[in-house]
T-cell receptor
Framework: AQSVSQHNHHVILSEAASLELGCNYS??????LFWYVQYPGQHLQLLLK??????LVKGIKGFEAEFIKSKFSFNLRKPSVQWSDTAEYFC????????????FGSGTRLQVQP | GAGVSQSPSNKVTEKGKDVELRCDPI?????LYWYRQSLGQGLEFLIY????????KSGLPSDRFSAERTGGSVSTLTIQRTQQEDSAVYLC????????????FGPGTRLLVL
């Protein structure tokens, strides 16, 4: 069965600090990888995704993630966070065939202090 | 264009009552998913509809849960004889169904069973 692990449950940073959120997955096949973000009081929004090609993908608001196949990882990074990045971040994976339902990690709550 | 919409946004019910939750996917999207977001279980897949195919119900937690999709568009998730552990946010997502696609989420219905 597929699974996604997010290592950090709650991260507190000061503005301008660098961010890296870990994500590892277990899946028996070729995968698509996603990071979704949920701002306070808002619904889930796609931050970035990897389907194929360049393993370094760039998303909205200055976020990027790197797919490392050998490590089954898809870590999210941002060089300088802002207070407005305060949100919950979810890593997710689905397969290339079948129902393609997303399997989510448990989420990381990011709090950025001004 | 319009995103995924869900209604009601909030629902409070008494234990043992039935509830219906509605999802309007993005126009033209053939694939529709229901997920549940709860404190103890995170984000879990419930059911998947793709076009006119039989739905994948493998994520439904019990036979009290059912869903239908009429005319390949609107979907209703029904929970019969609600229990307190059904309290959660129920999320709907839709995709174009073409493969490797992004799932777009609605705002969710927050269900509280007293």
């Amino acid at each position: 069965a597929q699974s996604v692990s997010q290592h950090n449950h709650h991260v507190i940073l000061s503005e301008a600090a660098s961010l890296e959120l870990g994500c590892n997955y277990s899946y028996g096949g070729t995968v698509n990888l996603f990071w979704y973000v949920q701002y306070p009081g808002q619904h889930l929004q796609l931050l970035l995704k990897y389907f194929s090609g360049d393993p370094l993908v760039k998303g909205i608001k200055g976020f990027e993630a790197e797919f490392i196949k050998s490590k089954f990882s898809f870590n999210l990074r941002k060089p300088s966070v802002q207070w407005s990045d305060t949100a919950e971040y979810f890593c997710a994976v689905n397969g290339r065939t079948g129902r393609r339902a997303l399997t989510f990690g448990s989420g990381t709550r990011l709090q950025v202090q001004p | 264009g319009a995103g995924v919409s869900q209604s009601p946004s909030n629902k409070v019910t008494e234990k043992g009552k039935d509830v219906e939750l509605r999802c309007d996917p993005i126009s033209g999207h053939t694939a529709l998913y229901w997920y549940r977001q709860s404190l103890g279980q995170g984000l879990e897949f419930l059911i998947y509809f793709q076009g006119n195919s039989a739905p994948d119900k493998s994520g439904l937690p019990s036979d009290r849960f059912s869903a239908e999709r009429t005319g390949g568009s609107v979907s209703t998730l029904t929970i019969q004889r609600t229990q307190q552990e059904d309290s959660a946010v129920y999320l709907c997502a839709s995709t174009s169904g073409g493969g490797g696609e992004t799932q777009y989420f609605g705002p969710g219905t927050r269900l509280l069973v007293l």
